[in-house]
């Protein structure tokens, strides 16, 4: 079992960054890839981004690409989500989701994860 705790979501202006933060608990945070998704009231909830258990492997959705990083300290049993020039199509209730996989070669489908966080509110103001 994995548990995931997400946090950083709040408040921004259009232009503006919020960093995003995921805590694991429980096994080896190592043994799995982890993605973010998202979803905005009345739609599906959609992938955002996806990362390998090392951190070799990054992959982002067409519409934040450019503007969204993701990354990994699995010291600290940690993913950030660092996201920048925020527009208000970026408002959404973000996921923190983790995989029984190491590896991955392409975002998450949601099929495929195995924990979920809680999720936490990401609102950007125009």
């Known amino acids: 079992q994995v548990r995931l705790v997400e946090s950083g979501g709040g408040l921004v202006q259009a232009g503006g960054s919020l960093r995003l933060s995921c805590v694991a608990s429980g096994r080896t945070f190592s043994d799995y890839a982890v993605g973010w998704f998202r979803q905005a009231p009345g739609k599906e909830r959609e992938s955002v981004s996806a990362i390998s258990w090392s951190g070799g492997s990054t992959f982002y959705a067409d519409a934040v690409n450019g503007r969204f990083t993701i990354s990994r300290d699995n010291d600290k049993n940690t993913v950030l989500l660092q996201m920048d020039s925020l527009k208000p199509e970026d408002t959404a209730v973000y996921y923190c989701?983790?995989?029984?996989?190491?590896?991955?070669?392409?975002?998450?489908?949601?099929?495929?994860?195995?924990?979920w966080g809680q999720g936490t509110q990401v609102t950007v103001s125009s």
């Open positions: 989701a983790a995989t029984s996989r190491k590896w991955v070669v392409a975002l998450l489908a949601p099929s495929e994860v195995n924990f």
